[in-house]
């Protein structure tokens, strides 16, 4: 499967797991970057690791801190290879530009129902593009 019209945010290539979720992340309260996991016990990704990943959520809440936060992901070698959203802010924009992490607009926030956890995929955010690889 091929999702393609994305909008790119920050360029670059990410290949990895999909880690999706349809609650927002606060990146400052919810994650803990020297473990690389999502740390709120209420968060249906509780316990989840970030490293590698490509992390599909809707949009970051809460300060914009929490840009520094993905930062602080990059820089404990913890930070996902590439995220996407349905509705990119401002706060995981800087943090994965500070970063140097792609991201993603999708076209629709439906799209992110079609996306499952585990499955891999390569996300190209010079193009517009994320394709999902078939189970092997």
């Known amino acids: 499967m091929i999702i393609s019209n994305c909008r790119k945010i920050v360029g670059g290539i990410g290949e990895g797991e999909m880690l999706v979720t349809t609650q ?7 994650v803990d970057a020297k473990k690389g996991t999502i740390s709120d ?3 249906e990704l509780y316990g989840k690791s970030l490293k590698g990943s490509i992390l599909i959520l809707p949009y970051a809440i809460g300060s914009s801190v929490g840009a520094y936060v993905i930062y602080s992901l990059k820089e404990y070698g913890n930070a996902p290879s590439a995220v996407v959203c349905s509705n990119a802010d401002i706060t995981t924009a800087s943090g994965c530009a500070l970063a140097n992490i792609p991201v993603l607009n999708l076209p629709h926030v439906s799209v992110i129902s079609q996306l499952e956890h585990g499955r891999k995929a390569r996300v190209n955010a010079d193009v517009g593009t994320i394709t999902v690889e078939p189970w092997q």
Do not use: E, T
């Open 24 to 30: 927002p992340i606060n990146f400052l309260a919810m």
């Open 41 to 43: 016990p209420l968060h």
